[in-house]
């Protein structure tokens, strides 16, 4: 690729909120940059998930720490131990900021065994924001998804995990389990009015802060706006009453 930031922008960054996470939930790296390019100064944080990593996300990934950026891969690994810390060995290497692990606590110790002595913050995943308790019930669990959220949480914490994914509906919960130091990611943030889509257990972005939420993932109320620039700038002012 090019050089990254003459192709991205380097945009001045000191009054941008880096709790806003913008997902770059889209089909190719094409339309991605044109997104992070039409959003500009108003956000530096940028998330990476399968869709896109799959469609070349994971040099985008390079190219927006260039660009002085900061990148959240989320790829919920989940396999054996040695697999878990060898993938995760490449990531520290990749030099991005956040990585998420389903949180098992065998899969979350080898993580964070294999990123000592790294800055990467590594997220367990508890419940899919998608689920509601009948998603939770037909997987299997005899748990409730808060219930379930708030054991994993207690494991992420007690595995030395940097952070833990929940909705932002169990925030307050999660919050007096991993205590002040812990990042709180919550997916499912829609400001007032916007459509929840595929989302269950959703909140505002005040109310999520609120509720103890370090950093908010917000996708589609952004991503397709049609001034996704404006929609960024809107949330955060209501994130900056926190």
């Known amino acids: ?29 094409a339309e991605a940059e ?12 940028y998330k990476i998930g399968y869709q896109l990593a799959f469609a070349g ?6 190219d927006l720490k260039a660009s002085g950026r900061k990148v ?28 998420t692990i389903h949180a098992y606590p065998k899969a979350m110790r080898a993580a964070v065994e294999a990123a000592k002595g790294s800055n990467l913050c590594l997220l367990g995943v508890t419940v899919l924001t998608s689920m509601d308790a009948a998603d939770v019930t037909e997987a299997g669990y005899a748990l409730s998804p808060k219930e379930l959220v708030l054991r994993r949480a207690a494991q992420a ?12 509906a169990e925030a307050h919960a999660v919050r007096a389990i991993v205590g002040p130091d812990m990042v709180i ?11 929840h889509g595929d989302q269950k257990r959703v909140m505002s972005p005040a109310d ?7 950093h908010l993932v917000v996708g589609r109320p952004i991503s397709a706006a049609s001034d996704p620039a404006a929609a960024a700038r809107a949330i955060t002012a209501e994130m900056a009453q926190f």
């Open 157 to 168: 914490r007690d595995a030395g995990m940097g952070g833990i994914v929940c909705s932002a």
């Open 72 to 99: 959240f891969l989320d790829m919920k690994l989940l396999d054996i131990d040695n697999t878990i810390a060898k993938g995760v060995e490449n990531v520290v290497r990749m030099g991005v900021d956040m990585l």
């Open 208 to 214: 999520a802060l609120a509720a103890g939420a370090s």
């Open 185 to 195: 990611v919550t997916p499912g943030i829609r400001p007032a009015g916007a459509d």
């Open 1 to 29: 690729m090019p050089n990254a930031a003459h192709d991205l922008g380097a945009p001045a960054y000191e009054n941008v909120d880096p709790r806003l996470i913008v997902a770059l939930d889209v089909p190719t790296v």
């Open 57 to 62: 996300g994971f040099p985008l990934a390079r």
């Open 34 to 45: 044109a997104l992070v390019k039409r959003i500009g100064k108003e956000a530096m944080f």
